[in-house]
């Protein structure tokens, strides 16, 4: 018999049918057992005699053959997407045996630590909090390809191995290639820039890897980077624009699919006022220090603190979990950096900031070959380095910018996940690459 | 004045514009100045004098308003989409100046080596036919996942960075993790098999790497790979089921959106017949023999002979470009794969052949964890490096397979390219990562 999957069911009262999937919980009252199946759809009640599902242990796998029936009023479960109806069990076959479980399982939220859940990550993919995690992850991804789709942006493959660090290299892999040093991309910045000079508006989902020999709740060694830069702009503004279009295309998806989800974790997609705000650096170090009376004002940079702090006052005085800050430093930036003509101190440079930590920096980038140049002797790098990223603007660029958003820490802070390494399938770190590294060999 | 774009100026006969992009191709006549300009959507022929634009050098990044006017019936120029108009120019403004092209830009087809061509990768990204491959590209890897969507599959990020090499480490790249050894990943198998156990269905569109020490026009070692996996299978033909849906889903996308660019390459889409033919090993080999007298009947795999020659029987006798072979042998296949109960000593293991040669392999993978575990021992392995595995499959899991495909190969032989590296934007190999490694350092 064709299978039917568990959300399908609602509509099948008094057919009989056939439902494949986990063991996820069992209550066995001897003569009679309650099984609640789980499939990628969902969750179903299951009732059958102690003969029939006796023997069953949970996460095997079975194949149930079972009528559909609608639950009395009084035994509705409000909690369950299939709480009217259940099934009677008549056949049964199991197609997989589990091992007994070395984790519970059956609590709403895995009370596990996260060095424990991650040691039994694959048992804890099947968890459906753990499931919604990534679920949502997927929408937040393809949300922001469709965004820049519809933009008429080109999604590229950005490399993993590259030849140089031009940007410092205290915090990269190298990787041995055949005779020669390589390293790991910390970012497609260099190459998403000079693809503009050709196709003029590209993106990419790729990974970046930062070797961080630090244990935060905020950084993976390998993590998602959704990338998009494109040129012909106007001025900055339209970088903004662009962003803030994708980042309430990506909040709309993943309110229109993910309610379910949202909701297994209480959570709310952040609050959006009709404009995100944007403030510069130093006028935002002015109200941390107005109201806090901690002092800033000449840091090149917000520190984590400061963060918070700003993404308050942009929620009590402006209505809005998300503010832009701009006017970094433009000595501390990158030689690509964009100085504001009217203040060349401070670099168009802007991070999105959201529920009290950085999700994204980007900004306008330097289009004008000689001035690029100077810049890369500055800046103290060699013209070698970044040969391919010369060779584009050389040959005539017009303005350009862009933004990079972190597809973890956006699925963290949706979420209200207390640690990045959760919003990560398989998250690496200086301790874990899948296994704790101490004890892998 | 807003920007209009080229494909949308045969819409705009009679107004005046403003164009934005760069002077492909320049006809000067001294007192009249005929222009290619390109932007993201094409070609589009500009005229003017030789005062307005006779300083005008190619690649400049120009802004041009001007006229639309309709060409007469005898001057429409039937090679390009907005050959209908042309554009009488009446202000310019250069937006930024170009170097002298180093190459010839403005032949139909870039007259330069390879080798050259990616020396100036930044600049050939301009040229109409390159920009080509990477459309075709981006929209099959957007159909692949498009088609997996559609069947419920969910997408999730598979990791670069492993902990061990478990199916033999002769061509992996080492990467210096912290105080570990680490490497880079050959594909993504296991990752996707361990979840199918807790999501069923899943896909990913991810970067593999390989250190083959050879330099040959089908390889590179950092390469897109295209993997779908899903289980509650009841045999391997809903593997190749689901391959051939998700093929023919790729190939309608590049019909229906990408007939300029495959007119620009005098290609068509595969042919297909009304099922891709499905043939044994050594039944291919039986047929190869009998067709060439080279007897290849006893061998583990086809050679690229061998794939060229089933690949012209399947077309010559199936109509199709396509086939499936199967049944390789189990012990040259990973500890996984599922062998033929009717024939043990073969795998259910089918790489997918188009155009002769291999574009995708996959089939139905072991699912009970005691055999699985078996083998691992029989193979050779060590337990810890398939740990996450293992463990998988130790509690429950449904029979299972699924395939991978190259993004870049299915590009190339779409296009009918003659190396793999044209369709590979940054195509890195023994000799080459953006530079060429021997001038590099």
């Not at 935060?216 to 001025?235: C, G, K, M, P, Q």
């Amino acid at each position: 018999m064709e299978r039917t999957l568990v959300e399908d069911t609602i509509n099948k009262i008094g057919e009989t049918i056939t439902l494949k999937g986990w063991v996820n919980t069992k209550r066995d009252h001897s003569k009679i057992v309650f099984i609640d199946l789980r499939d990628r759809t969902g969750l179903i009640q299951i009732v059958g005699t102690g003969d029939l599902l006796g023997s069953l242990k949970l996460e095997d796998v079975v194949s149930i053959e079972g009528l559909v029936k609608a639950r009395p009023e009084k035994m509705i479960n409000p909690d369950l997407t299939t709480g009217t109806v259940e099934i009677e069990a008549l056949k049964l076959a199991v197609l997989s045996h589990s091992a007994e479980l070395p984790i519970d399982m059956s609590k709403e939220t895995l009370e596990v630590e996260l060095p424990t859940l991650l040691d039994y990550r694959s048992l804890s993919f099947r968890h459906p909090k753990i499931q919604a995690i990534f679920k949502v992850q997927a929408v937040v991804i393809d949300a922001f390809r469709r965004a820049l789709m519809e933009k008429d942006f080109l999604e590229f493959q950005a490399p993993s191995i590259i030849n140089a660090v031009p940007e410092g290299g205290s915090e990269v892999f190298k990787v041995d290639y055949f005779d020669h040093e390589a390293y790991l991309s910390q970012s497609p910045q260099l190459y998403k820039s000079l693809l503009t000079t050709a196709f003029e508006r590209v993106f990419s989902v790729n990974h970046i890897f930062r070797a961080e020999p630090s244990a935060t709740t905020r950084h993976l060694t390998e993590a998602v980077s959704l990338d998009a830069e494109f040129n012909f702009i106007e001025s900055v503004d339209e970088v903004l624009d662009m962003e803030e279009y994708v980042v309430r295309y990506i909040f709309d998806e993943v309110q229109q699919h993910c309610q379910k989800e949202l909701a297994l974790f209480n959570a709310t997609i952040p609050l959006m006022s009709e404009k995100f705000p944007i403030i510069k650096l130093r006028d935002a170090q002015e109200i941390i220090f107005e109201r806090t009376g901690r002092d800033c004002r000449t840091e090149k940079d917000l520190a984590p603190d400061d963060e918070r702090e700003i993404c308050a006052w942009a929620k009590e005085e402006k209505g809005s979990d998300l503010v832009f800050v701009s006017h970094f430093l433009t000595k501390k930036k990158p030689f690509y950096c964009y100085p504001d003509p009217a203040d060349p101190e401070y670099a168009l440079s802007v991070d999105l900031l959201c529920r009290g930590v950085e999700w994204s920096s980007g900004g306008q980038r330097l289009n004008d070959y000689e001035t690029i140049l100077k810049n890369v002797h500055e800046w103290g790098l060699k013209e070698e380095d970044v040969a391919l990223y010369l060779q584009a603007f050389k040959f005539g660029s017009p303005p350009l910018g862009g933004f990079a958003l972190g597809a973890e820490r956006i699925t963290m802070y949706i979420l209200g996940l207390k640690n990045v390494r959760e919003a990560s399938m398989f998250p690496r770190d200086m301790e874990r690459i899948d296994l704790r590294l101490s004890s892998a060999k």
